[in-house]
């Protein structure tokens, strides 16, 4: 067996190595098939093609991304060490970080058409969502470039069959691009959803109509994301590596697990989007998929 030439990694089990490995490859592909059947639903069925489903398929598309990076820690994780070096470890963190951070923001974005489309009634035009993808996009790949640019670092994940953002160290170069990493890529996403979706449930009150569970996406980015956060943030203020490395773990293996939820929440969960996926898989129309697109 391949995995026999190299040891297990200090600090884990045999076990643990291969049940972190099968975790991650069963996120990743269940990821990974939700939000392609997502994408395409989207590009073959012409009810689906409208400005706030397009942010969904931003969403899944930025998923996709996650899930990949999933697939390689996977592999690695079965092989027991990293077999791209260096260079490979920038890469894979750099794009684990930029697909991260844009769904993230993405999450957010949808949470402001949606108080647009119940608060406002001012749908959000073609081009506004166009330019705030590429936005997204872009601002995503600013702060995922910096440690490739020396402010903040990517390295081993302690499994060392991965690399990501190094919090390690927890020095000042880390600290300092921690803060405002996490006020924009995190806090100020996080408030935009509880607003937004608190005015939404405000206003289904008011009519007596619930078209989504309102509390549903913002729970689910706090708990797939909050314990990598937590955990960031402790290094900080903390020798994070007095923590084992088999528990610094679990918050990565939790964060991989958004793909797969975000698939459920935003595109199955969502009424108009989950009519055009039966559509796509079956044949068959269903008309309120068809001609409600309210529930986004």
């Known amino acids: 067996m391949v995995t026999s030439a190299y040891p297990v990694p200090e600090g884990f089990t045999e076990l643990e190595v291969f049940s972190i490995g099968t975790a991650l490859l069963v996120e990743a592909l ?12 989207f590009w073959k069925i012409k009810a689906l093609r409208t400005p706030g489903n397009f942010l969904v398929f931003n969403l899944a598309l930025s998923d996709c ?29 750099f794009q684990g970080f930029l697909t991260a951070l844009t769904s993230i923001s993405s999450a957010a974005s949808i949470a402001w058409d949606r108080y647009h489309q119940y608060c ?28 490739l640019l020396g402010w903040g670092e990517y390295d081993y994940e302690p499994l060392r069959t ?14 300092s691009y921690l803060i405002p990493l996490a006020l ?33 996406p913002v729970k689910s980015l ?8 937590l955990l960031c943030f402790y290094a900080a203020v903390e020798n994070v590596t007095f923590l084992s490395p088999k528990i610094r773990m679990i918050p ?45």
């Open 30 to 41: 269940l990821g990974f098939s939700l939000n392609l059947l997502t994408i395409i639903s």
């Open 65 to 93: 991304g996650i899930c990949t990076n999933a697939f390689i820690a996977a592999f690695s994780s079965f092989l027991r060490y990293w077999p791209y070096g260096s260079d490979g470890c920038q890469i894979h963190g």
């Open 162 to 175: 991965c690399c990501t953002l190094d919090y390690s160290k927890g020095d000042r170069n880390y600290i």
């Open 184 to 216: 924009f890529n995190f806090l100020i996403p996080v408030f935009i959803m509880l607003t937004a979706y608190q005015s939404v449930d405000h206003k289904f009150k008011k009519t007596g109509q619930f078209k989504f569970n309102t509390g549903l």
């Open 120 to 147: 406002t009634r001012s749908k959000l035009q073609w081009g506004s969502v166009i330019s705030m993808v590429i936005f997204l996009w872009l601002f995503a790949g600013f702060w995922a470039v910096m440690p």
């Open 222 to 229: 706090v708990i797939c994301w909050g314990p990598y956060s």
């Open 252 to 296: 990565a293996v939790i964060a991989k697990t958004s793909p797969a939820v975000n698939a459920l929440v935003y595109a199955l969960g969502n009424e108009n989007y989950r009519g055009g996926i039966w559509q796509f898989l079956t044949g068959q129309k269903i008309e309120k998929a068809e001609v409600d697109n309210k529930t986004k």
